[in-house]
Nanobody, 121 residues
Framework: QVQLVESGGGLVQPGGSLRLSCAAS????????MAWYRQAPGKQRELVAT???????HYADSVKGRFTISRDNAKNTVYLQMNGLKPEDTAVYYC???????????????WGQGTQVTVSS
């Protein structure tokens, strides 16, 4: 079993910055891809950013140029640096990891518990 533990959310003023972290623990052979999603009240969960094992990244149009996703493979940790935050970025942010437990084994998907990000003056 794998646990994803998120940290770094909170309240920030418009234009401010936050850095989210998500550390995975448990039986992990390798992580295929990691991502951050978010869900605002009354809206569907949406993909914010993703990073694959080779380091390639993809961002939602709404966060391009403001958010940066990165990973530390040795620590099985994914980060989301959020700059220039806007009120519309307010949401619960969830990390996601797609990983394998053993060499040649199937992949499994895991979610963090979510961390609240509120952007307000």
């Amino acid at each position: 079993q794998v646990q994803l533990v998120e940290s770094g959310g909170g309240l920030v003023q418009p234009g401010g910055s936050l850095r989210l972290s998500c550390a995975a623990s448990g039986s992990i052979f390798s992580v295929i891809n990691m991502a951050w999603y978010r869900q605002a009240p009354g809206k569907q969960r949406e993909l914010v950013a993703t990073i694959i094992s080779g380091g390639s990244t993809h961002y939602a149009d709404s966060v391009k140029g403001r958010f940066t996703i990165s990973r530390d493979n040795a620590k099985n940790t994914v980060y989301l640096q959020m700059n220039g935050l806007k009120p519309e970025d307010t949401a619960v942010y969830y990390c996601y990891e797609n990983l394998v437990h053993t060499r040649g084994g199937p992949s499994f998907q895991y979610w963090g518990q979510g961390t609240q990000v509120t952007v307000s003056s």
